[in-house]
Structure formats: structure tokens, C-alpha cells
């Protein structure tokens, strides 16, 4: 068993009520994950498909108007799987950044505006390191942050004096100051230019290393799961469609969505243009019957729109949800 | 009305509602008085509450239930001309601001911060007390809604600066819609709940502000209002005397009054408030 | 320096607008109205004083034209009026004629000022910590109730809470004075004349702070239910950050600073309030005096007070603009 991190048949839902009208939108929709150990685990998608919303599912931080109706996830805490959802919220308090911490979506507005960056470090390890005073815990910072190649200076700045990438890479040295085994990050990337991209990714890859543990890794951007992403699974409307090592989806990819999600890269000296699947992404609140993707989907055939495909196992090391491929096809004929 | 139906599970909106209710019902029960409003003497004095004076007698020989139903009729006269005419104003300069922007929303909110800054109150004193015989009804409601509008354009101005940012406006010009039916067909509709809402707490200060002008004298006085009402029942040391149902009378009904107004305020701004309405649905 | 240009320039600027506008109204308000104060004086003081021989009235006539700076055209008088402003020189008092009313102010503005002052922090202070953290905690039980009890007390008129709170505890159980502070010419500053002073001022400053607080209170709860949906805070959450700190360092500091500039902006009505509460509890202030002043038709001692009063409110106002960096980095680094 090396996997850090498990889910179980995850239904979790948005439950909106506006003037006496319940409306649901299925964001994660039955999600079964293994995450190993030691890899950098990529999870992709068009936005408004549930990646941010599984992420805090997997972070165990489901709170109203999100609501969880089945389903587990499982950490693997000291060679012991415990259920992250029936933990108490002191339990879970311990375990987050110790166990497992999570970088934020836009660290733009992710740390306390009007306090120095010392403040919001000090804030988090006061709560979860004891016996320490105030001076062992900024040199145990400064220590950090000088192995992660940031300059302890900025802890003297207020967040709004930092540069886009500059913030995002303190929030990164921030979410692994207490060395987890598990790092949640959403879109740690987006909204930077290209250059701040390759300084985050680079950290994140450095941290991964020195840590030996594990990213699990949001983006829409699958040039940057191409780069940096040893396993991946991509999702759609709340499903995952397919899930394997980089390596096999990239060459192989199986689900006709992959293969739009992949054409849609640009390549080196290729001149062709790019295309991207037809249509937009269906609602979570109603969703299309059968395969989520069929509505928009070339090769669709008649049992796409009645059945729902299974994510099952093509290749040793490769699943898949979709009728074309794997065992799907034997059991309705 | 399903609005209405929604409205009235907040138990502060139907509250208010009621309460408001019965007082109006008292102002209009004014117009069936077996008493004149403004004559002295016209029962025996400093009764208290016994039948048929079911809130006694004050020392000037009235009945105190009879001169509370005028009171009540009078100070909602004040405060619905002050608070309608600002509304005006308030509007007019809030719409001008938000929409026009630049140079005359700079001078425009530069006057009404000024009228902010600047103790309207004394401002207000200074006006009346020189044109104190002619604070009838209608002069101290048009004095108050000449002082009351600075705030709430400030309110609406924002308002329509957000929606001025929306598509729509965009659209709307960009069609060649001239300003005034854009302004009237596309604003003035979102922006009417927060106007009703600003109407109501306008209303409750302007209840306010008449009875400090009363205590100063500087209204007329013998036009019964909450505000004279309570200034005769302090002059008359009803307090010290033990006359409670003459200066408790007044007293309850503008509390009454003001919770009354400000509660239907709170509850139908929070149910106009998206924001405030997922935290109404996350309690349950 | 950019912070100089962008913040500290525009409030001069409108610093010095307010009190130009504002006096200027002062100015021109009984002027607009027609009124003359020298006639409506001298037959006040005939009123109230009884017989003046006519040489007397002609000389009187034009000293008090002088005092009240009626002389010279309109654009002279104002300009007069502004060097007045200056030396803060407002005439005689009417209903104490001839003290000066600028001598009246001396003595009835400190008091004002201290109640003003203590009152303001008091139930800034108070309101927006109980309103942060019932606002943080607000599914709670306690929080609902306290809430139904602020909806309660917010909307009452200053006069209104001031006459209730006088009818409970100054008559039906009379813990304090019904008020009538009086001022000695000398005041020793002992133990005795503190603890006096205190007794008096107790009620007039629990109705200011009871509903400046209520107030702040929700105005504040707003705030912080909105502050609590801000990123930071529910990364911090999610970071197992103690509520503790959470409320403290994140919470409060952030929901605290619009609230200053919502102070600057409420600051004249909450004067005005403290004026309103001093007639209830007769507290020797501006208020009483104001009271005094208009019941009596002493002009003067009005116009006195108001143009005082602007400049007060106007500085004020001025003080907490040029605090308010210290406070918000993101205003002082920009």
C-alpha cells in the first residue's frame, strides 16, 4: 500500500437554494482516486469541471453550500489509512499542514493584507508548533525560506509589495514550511506570466524533491502537466474520464476529450491549427444523460447517451470511462 | 405576491409590519377625535388612565390617547414629505453623479461629504430659529428633506456606479438608447429596494430630528406632533410630577415607530442582498 | 512623493473646503433671511433689562454694530467675519450680556470635548469588537441574541434613549442626578470634584456609548460576514490556523479600517448627538448651552457654537485622516 491518499465513490454537491428553489450542481460525481507517494499528480480539466471543488473535497474542507452525500477519502497517516471525513475539526486541524496543506488559487489575495508576510508564518506555525518561542520559530522560517532559494528579507514586506510570482512562490514556502506529505495546489500558475510560470513550477518540482512527497497538482494548462506531472487524471463535469502515468496519456491517449485536451497544445513546427472539443462544458446542475461528453463528442454512438461508462483499467498502469475502449463494450452487447 | 410571502417569514418584517399597521390605524383614527387637537382645558386634568381617558389626562386639559392619534398623524406628515421630497433629491443627485461621473461627480459628492461633515443639526437649529413661526407641518418637512439627502445620494451614487459597470449599459448605448430612458427603464428598476429602503431610515430620522426641534421650541408648538407632545410633557415636569402616562406616551410610540420602520428596513434589505441571503440559507 | 500627491494633498484640500463652505453658510444664513441682530438685541436687552435712554440705545446700536461686524458693505462684513473666525471672537452673549460668547465657549467646550472624546472611542471601541466577533460567530446562540437586542435599540433617537434612561435611573430608581452640573468660576481638581464629575457624566455617556455602540455593532457584523469570506481568511482557516488568531489578527484588523473612514464620515452626526444628549442630562456642555442659547434667542451664542463646532468636527475629521495610514499599510508603502 503506498498510496498517501484515497477516495472512495465521491458524490459531492453544491446544494443552492434561492427563493424556496433547491438547485443542485453535481460538482464531484462519483471520483475514485489512488494518489501515491513521491509523485507530482496531476489533475486537469476545462474550468467550472469540479477540479477545485475535489481538491477541497481531498482536503477535507467541505462546508455549506457545498454538501457531501457519499463517499470517503483516506489518508495514509503513519502507515495507517484514517477517514479524513470522520475526523474532528481539532483532528483535522493537526493534521492539516503537518499532513497535508494546500496552495491557494490566485495567491493574490491569500494572505493577510494589512499584516506583515512574519505575521502570517508566525500565525501558522504558532498554531501547530509547540513549546517554541517567537525567535526560534522566525529562524526556523528564515531557515526554510533560505532553502527554498527566497530571500528571508520579504517576511519584512506586506503582501501587496510583492510581485505576482514573487507571492505565489511565498505562498508555496508557506504551504511547506511544516513538510507535508501531501500538497494540494490549485492553479498555482494561472494569472502569471511565463517566466513567473517557470520559477513556481521549478519550486514546486525542488520541494517535491527535497520532501519526496507528493503534489497533487490542479491546472487547466496541460502544457504545464506535460512539464512537471508524473501521473494525471482528467476530469469533466464532476467525472474523471481517464487516469494514468503522463507518460501513457500524452502518447496514448484513449478518451476522445484527452485527445482534444492534447491536440489543442501547440507543438513546435507544427502549423495546423489547434482545435479544441466543439461546444462548452454541460451544466452541472442538469447533466446530459449517459457519458457526460457525448453531446459533444465525434465518435458518440447511440448507448453513449443511454449508459454511463465505468472508468476500468485498458493497460496495466491506464483507465478509462468511455464505451470505444476496454471491457465497457463487451458488457452491452 | 411571493415576494410578500417570503418577506413575512422573517419574523422581524411581519413585526413591523403589524406594529406599523396599528399606528397608522391610530393616525387615522385622528379624524374621528371628539376632541380639537389644539384647544385647552376641554377635560378635567392630570387624570390618570381610567375610562373613557384610557391614557389619562396631561395638564393642559386633554385627553392624552386622542392628542397621541393627532401626534402620530402629524409627525407621519413630517416624515413622509421629508422623506419623499429628499428621495427626490437624493436620487436626482445620486443618478446625475453615478452616471454622469468625472468633473460633476467630483463636485456633486464633494458638496453632499461636505454636508456630511458640517453638524447638519446646527446648521438646521440656526434655519429654524430664525424662521420659527413659520414651522408649520409642511415647512418642517421641506426644511428636513433639504438637509436629508446627502447620505443617501452617496447610497444610490454607488449603486449606479456598479451597474454602470455592467453589460447592459453597454449595450444599451452602444443600441443609441439616449440617457434618460436608460436611466429610467434599466436603473431605476434595481435600484428602487435600496431606495425604498434609504425612504424608511430617512423617515426615522427625520421622526427624530422633529423632536429635538420641538424640545428646542423651535416648531409650533401647539400643533401636536410626538416631538411637541413630549416638549409639553418635559415643560409641564410631568417626570417629577408622576404624570408617567403623559410623557410614557409619546416616548413608547416613537420607539415603536422607529423599530417598527427600521426593522421592515433591516429584513427587506437583507432580502435584497444575495449576500446576506446565503447566509440566511447556510443556518438552516 | 506619490503618497503626499494622492492622499495627504486631497484632504487638505477638502479639509479646508469644509470649513470654508461651512462658515461661509454660517455666514450667510441669517443674512439670506433678514434678520437684523442689533434691532432684535437691543429689544431683547429692553425686554429682559427694562428702560434704556435713547443716547444709551444710539451708542449701544453702534458698539454692537461693531461687535457683530455689521459695518461696510457685504464683501467688508465678511471679510470681518473671517478675521473673527480667526480669534475666535463671536460677540457678546446675549442671555448673559456682555460676556463675551467666545468666554462662554471656554468654559463649556472642554466638557463637550471629554464627552465627545470618550464617548466616541468608548463606543467605537466596544461596538466593533462585540459586532466582530458576534459577527465571526454568528450562527452562535449568543450572537442571535445579542443582535435582537441591538435591532431593538439602534433606531432610538438620542433624545428619546436619553429621557429613558433619565426616567429609569434618575427617577423611578434614582441612582443618578437628574442632572444640573453646575460650574464653579474655580474648580479645584480633588478626588471629590473627579468622582462628582463622573456621577454626572455617567448617564449622558451610557446613552452615546449604548447607541454609538449598537451602531458600530452592526455595522461591523455586516463587515465582518463579508470579511469572512475574503481568501486570506479561509486559508488561514484551512491552515489550521487557531480561531484565536484568526479573529484577532485576521478578522478584526481588516473589518476595523473601513470602519475608521465610516467614523470620519459619521463624525458630525455623532457630534451632534453628544450635543442632543447634553440637553437631556442639563451636562454643562455646548449642548446645555446651545439649549440655552436658542430658548432665549441668543443668535450670537448659536452662530458661536455652530462655527465652532464645524471647526471642531472639520479637525477632527482632519486627525483621523492623517492617523488612518499609520494604520492600513496598504496606504503608507503604495
Known amino acids: ?333 | 405576491m411571493g415576494i410578500l410571502k417570503d418577506l413575512f417569514k422573517d419574523y422581524r418584517f411581519t413585526i413591523g409590519f403589524i406594529i406599523l399597521c396599528l399606528l397608522v390605524f391610530l393616525a387615522i383614527a385622528s379624524f374621528f377625535s371628539p376632541y380639537d387637537p389644539i384647544e385647552w382645558l376641554q377635560v378635567a386634568r392630570d387624570k390618570p388612565p381610567s375610562w373613557p381617558h384610557i391614557l389619562g389626562t396631561n395638564s393642559k386639559g386633554q385627553d392624552v390617547f386622542w392628542e397621541a392619534t393627532f401626534a402620530i398623524r402629524n409627525s407621519f406628515i413630517i416624515a413622509l414629505i421629508a422623506g419623499l421630497l429628499s428621495r427626490v433629491v437624493a436620487i436626482l443627485v445620486g443618478f446625475t453623479s453615478g452616471y454622469k461621473g468625472g468633473l460633476t461627480d467630483r463636485i456633486l459628492m464633494g458638496i453632499s461629504d461636505g454636508l456630511l461633515v458640517i453638524p447638519l443639526f446646527l446648521i438646521l437649529v440656526m434655519v429654524t430659529m430664525l424662521l420659527r413661526e413659520a414651522m408649520t407641518l409642511v415647512n418642517t418637512g421641506l426644511l428636513l428633506a433639504f438637509f436629508g439627502w446627502a447620505w443617501d445620494a452617496r447610497t444610490i451614487r454607488s449603486q449606479v456606479l456598479s451597474l454602470r459597470e455592467r453589460e447592459f449599459t453597454q449595450t444599451s448605448i452602444l443600441a443609441g438608447n439616449k440617457t434618460l430612458p436608460l436611466v429610467t427603464k434599466e436603473y431605476l428598476p434595481f435600484t428602487m429596494p435600496l431606495i425604498f429602503s434609504t425612504l424608511i431610515n430617512n423617515i426615522g430620522w427625520a421622526i427624530g430630528m422633529e423632536i429635538v426641534l420641538a424640545i428646542l421650541g423651535l416648531v409650533r408648538l401647539e400643533i401636536p406632533t410626538l416631538g411637541t407632545m413630549l416638549q409639553w410633557a418635559i415643560s409641564y415636569q410631568a417626570m417629577l410630577l408622576g404624570h408617567w402616562w403623559w410623557i410614557l406616551t409619546p416616548l413608547i410610540l416613537t420607539i415603536l415607530l422607529l423599530v417598527a420602520l427600521y426593522w421592515l428596513s433591516v429584513s427587506v434589505s437583507e432580502y435584497l442582498d444575495p449576500r446576506m441571503r446565503i447566509q440566511r440559507i447556510g443556518a438552516k | ?334
Not at chain 1, 470522520?86 to 491569500?110: C, D, F, H, V
Not at chain 3, 486631497?10 to 470649513?19: A, C, F, G, I, K
Not at chain 3, 460676556?99 to 466596544?126: A, C, K, Q
Open chain 1, 1 to 333: 500500500m503506498n498510496e498517501v491518499l484515497k477516495a472512495e465513490n465521491l458524490q459531492v454537491f453544491y446544494v443552492l437554494e434561492t427563493l424556496g428553489e433547491k438547485r443542485i450542481a453535481k460538482a464531484v460525481h462519483g471520483v475514485n482516486l489512488q494518489i501515491p507517494g513521491n509523485e507530482v499528480y496531476g489533475i486537469a480539466g476545462e474550468s467550472g469541471c469540479g477540479k477545485t471543488t475535489l481538491l477541497k473535497v481531498l482536503f477535507a474542507n467541505i462546508e455549506p453550500p457545498l454538501r457531501a452525500f457519499e463517499g470517503r477519502v483516506y489518508y495514509c497517516v503513519n502507515d495507517k489509512y484514517i477517514d479524513a471525513f470522520s475526523l474532528s475539526a481539532r483532528e483535522k486541524r493537526e493534521l492539516r499542514w503537518t499532513y497535508i496543506s494546500y496552495i491557494p488559487q490566485g495567491s493574490m489575495s491569500a494572505f493577510n493584507p494589512v499584516k506583515k508576510l512574519k505575521v502570517t508564518f508566525l500565525d501558522f506555525l504558532e498554531s501547530h508548533v509547540r513549546g517554541k518561542d517567537r525567535e526560534e520559530l522566525l529562524s526556523l522560517t528564515n531557515h526554510h525560506l533560505k532553502t527554498l532559494g527566497l530571500s528571508p528579507r520579504i517576511l519584512d514586506a506586506y503582501p501587496h509589495q510583492l510581485s505576482g510570482g514573487m507571492r505565489q512562490r511565498v505562498a508555496i514556502a508557506l504551504s511547506t514550511l511544516l513538510k507535508p506529505r501531501i500538497i494540494l495546489a490549485d492553479e498555482p500558475t494561472t494569472a502569471l506570466d511565463v517566466v513567473a510560470q517557470r520559477a513556481v513550477l521549478q519550486l514546486m518540482q525542488d520541494v517535491q524533491k527535497e520532501l519526496q512527497n507528493t503534489i497533487v497538482l490542479v491546472t487547466h494548462d496541460m502544457g504545464i502537466h506535460a512539464n512537471i506531472a508524473t501521473r494525471m487524471a482528467i476530469m469533466y463535469a464532476g467525472k474523471i474520464m481517464e487516469e494514468g502515468s503522463t507518460e501513457d496519456i500524452f502518447n496514448h491517449p484513449l478518451h476522445p476529450y484527452t485527445q482534444y485536451l492534447i491536440h489543442s497544445l501547440p507543438k513546435i513546427g507544427d502549423k495546423t491549427p489547434r482545435e479544441s472539443a466543439p461546444g462548452s462544458p454541460p451544466s452541472l446542475v442538469e447533466p446530459p444523460p449517459g457519458c457526460l461528453f457525448h453531446p459533444r463528442c465525434p465518435q458518440a454512438f447511440p448507448l453513449c447517451s443511454q449508459e454511463v461508462p465505468e472508468l476500468v483499467r485498458v493497460n496495466i498502469d491506464h483507465k478509462v470511462a468511455c464505451f470505444l475502449r476496454g471491457n465497457n463494450r463487451a458488457s452491452c452487447s
Open chain 3, 1 to 334: 512623493m506619490k503618497f503626499i500627491k494622492d492622499y495627504l494633498f486631497p484632504r487638505l484640500v477638502q479639509y479646508l473646503l469644509v470649513v470654508f463652505c461651512g462658515i461661509t453658510a454660517v455666514f450667510f444664513i441669517p443674512r439670506i433671511a433678514g434678520q437684523d441682530p442689533v434691532l432684535e438685541m437691543i429689544a431683547q436687552i429692553q425686554v429682559q433689562g427694562g428702560s434704556l435712554d435713547p443716547t444709551a440705545v444710539e451708542s449701544l446700536m453702534k458698539s454692537l454694530e461693531e461687535l457683530y461686524g455689521l459695518k461696510g458693505s457685504l464683501f467688508e462684513q465678511y471679510i470681518t467675519m473671517w478675521k473673527r473666525v480667526f480669534t475666535l471672537d463671536f460677540g457678546p452673549s446675549l442671555f448673559q450680556f456682555p460676556t463675551p460668547v467666545s468666554d462662554l465657549l471656554r468654559i463649556y467646550l472642554p466638557w463637550t470635548m471629554g464627552l465627545f472624546i470618550t464617548s466616541t472611542l468608548l463606543s467605537w471601541i466596544l461596538g466593533n469588537l462585540l459586532g466582530g466577533i458576534s459577527g465571526y460567530f454568528s450562527q452562535k446562540r449568543w450572537s442571535k441574541v445579542l443582535d435582537a437586542i441591538i435591532m431593538v435599540i439602534r433606531p432610538i433617537p438620542h433624545y428619546v434613549f436619553g429621557i429613558l434612561l433619565l426616567i429609569l435611573f434618575a427617577y423611578v430608581w434614582p441612582l443618578f442626578p437628574v442632572g444640573g452640573l453646575v460650574l464653579g468660576r474655580r474648580t479645584a481638581f480633588n478626588l471629590d470634584f473627579v468622582l462628582r464629575v463622573l456621577h454626572y457624566s455617567f448617564l449622558p455617556a451610557l446613552t452615546l456609548v449604548i447607541l454609538g455602540g449598537a451602531s458600530w455593532f452592526q455595522q461591523m457584523k455586516l463587515l465582518v460576514q463579508n470579511v469572512k469570506r475574503e481568501d486570506f481568511i479561509q486559508y488561514a482557516q484551512a491552515g489550521g490556523v487557531k480561531e484565536r488568531l484568526i479573529i484577532s489578527r485576521y478578522v478584526l484588523p481588516n473589518a476595523m479600517l473601513p470602519q475608521i473612514t465610516q467614523l470620519t464620515l459619521a463624525l458630525g452626526q455623532v457630534f451632534s448627538g453628544v450635543l442632543i444628549v447634553e440637553m437631556v442630562f442639563s451636562y454643562p456642555g455646548m449642548g446645555l448651552l446651545l439649549y440655552r442659547g436658542v430658548t432665549r434667542g441668543d443668535y450670537n451664542l448659536v452662530m458661536g457654537i455652530t462655527t465652532l463646532s464645524i471647526l471642531t468636527i472639520a479637525t477632527a475629521v482632519l486627525v483621523l485622516d492623517l492617523i488612518y495610514p499609520l494604520l492600513d499599510p496598504r496606504i503608507r508603502h503604495r
